[in-house]
């Protein structure tokens, strides 16, 4: 490696970051991918058509996918990704060539070797016929019981960040984009990430349609889903839909109507126009692992957001936000996740900001410091490593491991620690723009944006020579603190020091000091931070809700703030279990049980069997054996592996 040629890549970084950078900096970029088996890097993919039927009664997909290839250099063969699929027959130009399903290593699955080689730039048709097993994580196929509405069974994939190679064959690497065309035979209907161009009758097959869907934009694999079910949609706004099963497309409409065009706007005022067409979103039932998963036209959201107040929508602004920030403007691979999440929280909170005052902006930072405090806190050992914005996962470790909240909040706090350090949102937005007008449709790492940065500000490099990098970029741990304006918290804070310090000091007087509408005027958010705040006490200076003092506190609490124990909002009932069981509250430990088995959301369900593991282990076993198969894939293998299982 010689630094001057790699140097050369990047000609706009100072003398000073160009050194402390020496050693990371990449040959060609974005750095090369280490979470594929794939020889991504000798093609250039032009266009995916992605053909398959959906068998609910074999719970299997089965079909091809065809790769239009412009080769770029000679190669021996083409290496794609596959994990637990069946391969059945691998055609080059329209002629059948050999092909070899490697042993698996995990965590990235099984290399498909096929046997082309040519030594002359050219452009190739790559076809593979294949079929998923049961195995795959990227499918969960659903029994109608599994479903709200009961009645039909119900399918949906989840790829980020490497789980397509189970849904596909694929270069499954978030370096490589191309066009998309979905062709898919299903009973029931079904969505995918792209505009729907047809929808017809299936002459062979009598109950069965064919769906046609485009997606014009370049995407990664990742980005790619399908979700077939008993679906119907409603207008939440000119260019958006609400998708969910028929007895819930009620609420999910007024949950967003009144929002979701708004955000758009505002994020087109940020960035540039909304470039997809329609945003459309559906919202799943109770598997779904995540809170939003942002596939182009088509966020898939968990049911916890349908709480009825509209107070769950900023993971719809969220999800929208990827619209510019991770679907036109792509990290490179999963070790700068950053680029995606961190730019993502970003906009999401500068979408807040335009709607609800920069107090609100701040109030969600200061939320997102907090978890980023505690997801750091309660990283062990073995996983520290994970607290870099910049992720190590050249020694093949699994991505969903890395994954915490540490590349969104940190990865917030450095944009917003720059723009502080560059006098404001005022001269920080231009920025923005010049970003995603460079890099839209293509992927880059963590290097580029730097020289990007340095670049646009050519007049502040010494400004910007003044950010401690070593530390943001590669130290594990918490990154400086920005200034926060501590205004709605502080409400918050208050409150809850009140309850500590007469819960010690003067417990006989509980009952008199606090009433219901201390906090009638507490949002969820609110609510959350304060039920924060109050597990935060527990082991400081000797306090600890676990006592004869704490239990009264709780007792009383749980009769004066009804508006907790039948709270309908996710956010806020995990919250208070939280509290609970931290006070040891036994009564509470079969409650929280059974809620387990209501929600599949990772951001709940994870911690939660942490929760009880922490007071009972045997019920933790027994409640994750009830419900284990209930649960997404990868949301059971990481409980599995949370709870000491594997
Ligand atoms: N892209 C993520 C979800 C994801 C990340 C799936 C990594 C698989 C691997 C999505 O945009 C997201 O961040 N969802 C959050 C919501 C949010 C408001 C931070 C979630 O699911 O909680
Ligand atoms: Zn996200």
Redesign the pocket.
Known sequence: MSSISQSSNYPNLSPKLAELLASHLPESSPERDPSTNSNYYNFNLKKSTLDIEVLFDKKILIGSITLELDVLNSIDNIILDSSYLNIKNTIVNGESVDFKVEPRKEPLGSPLIINYSTDKLSTITLKIEYETTDKCTALQWLSPEQTDDGKLPYLFSQCEPIHARSFFPCFDTPSIKSEYYYIVKSNLKTLMSGLLISETKNDNKSDSIIYKYHQPVPIPSYLCCIASGSLIGKPIGPRSTVFSEPSFVDSCQYEFEKDTENFIQVAESLVFPYEWKKYDVLILPTAMPFGGM?HPNCTFATPTLISGDRENVDVIA??LA?SWS?NLVTNGSFEHFWL??GW?VYLERRIVEKLHGEKARHFSAIIGWTDLENSIDAMGESSKRYSTLIQNLKDKSDPDDAFSTVPYEKGFNLLFSLELLLGGKQNFDPFIKHYFTKYKYQSLDTYQFLDTLYGFYDDKKDLLDTFDWQTWLYSPGLPPKPKFDTELVDECYSLAKKWVSITSSNPESLEKEFNPSDIESFGSNQSGVFLDTLVSYEGKSNFTWNSKNGSLAIKIMTEKYSKYSTSQNAEVVFRWFRLLLTGRIQSSYPKLADWLGTVGRMKFVRPGYVMLNQVDRELALKTFKKFENGYHPICKAMVKKDLGLV
Request: no cysteine; glycine share 12%; proline share 0%.
């Open positions: 942002e969220h999800e990827h991770g995606n999440e993502t």
